[in-house]
Structures are given as C-alpha cells and as structure tokens.
T-cell receptor
Framework: AAGVIQSPRHLIKEKRETATLKCYPI?????VYWYQQGPGQDPQFLIS???????DKGSIPDRFSAQQFSDYHSELNMSSLELGDSALYFC??????????FGPGTRLTVT | AQKVTQAQTEISVVEKEDVTLDCVYE???????LFWYKQPPSGELVFLIR??????QNEISGRYSWNFQKSTSSFNFTITASQVVDSAVYFC????????????FGQGTELSVKP
C-alpha cells in the first residue's frame, strides 16, 4: 500500500538559510499534518491542511510557512534557520479525523 | 486543556516477559480518540491502534492488547511475551473530534527488550 512520502530524508543547512520540506500524502487522504520532533522529545504539532485549506495551527514559528497544493502535496518552508530548528520533521496524512499515517521524516540539521 | 501523561520514561525487560505501558489522559471533550504509535530506532512513527471515546472494549492483536478505561482516563498497552524487535519508543496520543485531528502526544516510553 502507498505510504506518505517525504523529501528530502536528510538536510543540512547553515544558520539563517532557508529550507523547504516536501510531503506527498497517501492518495485520497484529505488532511495533511506537520509535526516537529526534537531530540528525545515527543512530536509537536505545527500545522494542518484539510482539502488544501489550512485547518489548524500549533506552535509554528512565524519564520515557518506551509501550504498544500492542488495535487495535495504539501511543503513546509523554513526561513532564517536557527540551531534550535534542528529536529526530525514529520508529515502525516489521514482521511477525516482518523488515524494519521506518518512519513519517514526529514532530519534537518542546522549548523 | 488536553494532556497525555506517560509516567514511565524507560522500561527494560528480558525477552518473553510481559510488559505494560501506562497512559493517562486529560480532556474536557466527550468525543475524542486515543492512539498508540511505535517509534523504532530507525525513527519512523508506526500507527498501532485507534480507540474512540465511545468504545471501551479492550482489544487484542497478536501479542498486543489495549485496556481503555474511561473511569480512570487510562489507555494502557500490554505486550505479551516481549521480543527484541519490540524495542522502541512508544507514544500514546489524544485528539479531540472537534479540533481538526491534531495529535497531542505523551512524552513516550522507551522500551528495551534484552535477549
């Protein structure tokens, strides 16, 4: 069965640079979520989209933005990167309010 | 406010032992969902089970079983006859039906199963 695809899997950036993370949800899933997981921590909700419209927002810095495109893929854009942004970023998708299936994650390292 | 508490930070068992991971949640809503996810050392998050607030039936899937008790706001997870491959961090999570589905995770329990 098709799973959630994330790219890239690993990303190394320097402080103040910009990063773009991509997510391709499971076909026919109508909701996409982004989470950030710091080392040794639980995943924290950033933002979600339902049918390409932003549906909820968590503790997402103003330096971050996201959108969902007409083909349902989503991108998380992160600007003015800081050392503290180093984390594992997960995308998940679901059909309505149901179990969320997570992608493999993008490991971002900011140096 | 919603909150999920997994009081056990780390658990270490020997293969074939049974182990129970505790999860306690807080929510004001009457309609909500509870989940368990497994995060092995490779890092991905694997969905294990979903329970809605109206269904208190316990569930068994192979060596895994879940005990949902609304009276104590608990959703505990038991692994029977543990195996080395069960070594992972296990997260309990909560979402409220009218909150768009975002997951509130507990702190996670790191399970180590030794041969």
């Amino acid at each position: 069965a098709a799973g959630v695809i994330q790219s890239p899997r690993h990303l190394i950036k320097e402080k103040r640079e910009t990063a773009t993370l991509k997510c391709y949800p499971i076909p026919r899933h109508d909701t996409v979520y982004w989470y950030q997981q710091g080392p040794g921590q639980d995943p924290q909700f950033l933002i979600s989209f339902y049918e390409k419209m932003q549906s909820d927002k968590g503790s997402i810095p103003d330096r971050f933005s996201a959108q969902q495109f007409s083909d349902y893929h989503s991108e998380l854009n992160m600007s003015s990167l800081e050392l503290g942004d180093s984390a594992l970023y997960f995308c998940a998708s679901s059909l309505m309010v149901a179990e969320q299936y997570f992608g493999p994650g993008t490991r971002l390292t900011v140096t | 406010a919603q909150k999920v508490t997994q009081a056990q930070t780390e658990i270490s068992v020997v293969e074939k032992e049974d182990v129970t991971l505790d999860c306690v949640y807080e929510t004001r809503d009457t309609t909500y969902y509870l989940f368990w996810y497994k995060q092995p050392p490779s890092g991905e998050l694997v969905f294990l089970i979903r329970r809605n607030s109206f269904d208190e039936q316990n569930e068994i899937s192979g060596r895994y079983s879940w005990n949902f008790q609304k009276s104590t706001s608990s959703f505990n997870f038991t692994i029977t006859a543990s195996q080395v491959v069960d070594s992972a961090v296990y997260f309990c999570a909560l979402t409220q039906y009218n909150q768009g589905g975002k997951l509130i995770f507990g702190q996670g329990t790191e399970l180590s199963v030794k041969p």
